[in-house]
């Protein structure tokens, strides 16, 4: 099983990444866990063209080629980050990746309640 692995933040230290280094390492033996980063995505703008930026297209189909999708998000003001939004408006612009592709949810945060509003919030976007 190949996963690919959202890292659900742009923030340089993250929990999140931390959360899913642990998991790519602690599953090994059963998947492989590709870690992709999001920070790098340009804003989301809606282009003229509809010409997809280069760094969308290919996470579009390291997606396409994946049993699954894991997305770690934390919790800003009981929502998910906007660059998490943003890397997700990308890859609903035109292209359908997540269609039909197991996702699941999960994430860290310094709260009590961790990050549970964050990913009932990211449950409505998909």
Same mark, same amino acid.
């Given at each position: 099983?190949?996963?690919?692995?959202?890292?659900?933040?742009?923030?340089?230290?993250?929990?999140?990444?931390?959360?899913?280094?642990?998991?790519?390492?602690?599953?090994?033996?059963?998947?492989?866990?590709?870690?992709?980063?999001?920070?790098?995505? !340009?804003?989301?703008? /809606? $282009?003229?063209?509809?010409?997809?930026?280069?760094?969308? @297209?290919?996470?579009?189909?390291?997606?396409? *080629?994946?049993?699954?999708?894991?997305?770690?998000?934390?919790?800003?003001?009981?929502?998910?980050?906007?660059?998490?939004?943003?890397?997700?408006?990308?890859?609903?612009?035109?292209?359908? !990746?997540?269609?039909? /592709? $197991?996702?699941?949810?999960?994430?860290?945060?310094?709260? @009590?309640?961790?990050?549970?509003?964050?990913? *009932?919030?990211?449950?409505?976007?998909?």
């Amino acid at each position: 099983m190949k996963f690919i692995g959202f890292v659900g933040t742009n923030a340089t230290r993250s929990t999140n990444r931390t959360l899913l280094q642990f998991m790519k390492k602690m599953f090994a033996n059963e998947a492989e866990i590709e870690l992709v980063e999001i920070k790098d995505l !340009p804003m989301f703008n /809606k $282009p003229k063209s509809k010409e997809l930026p280069v760094q969308v @297209t290919q996470l579009a189909e390291k997606i396409a *080629a994946a049993d699954g999708v894991i997305i770690s998000t934390p919790e800003y003001d009981h929502a998910v980050p906007a660059a998490l939004i943003n890397a997700l408006n990308w890859l609903s612009y035109g292209i359908f !990746p997540f269609v039909d /592709k $197991p996702v699941m949810i999960t994430g860290a945060s310094y709260g @009590t309640l961790g990050s549970s509003r964050a990913q *009932a919030h990211l449950r409505q976007i998909l």
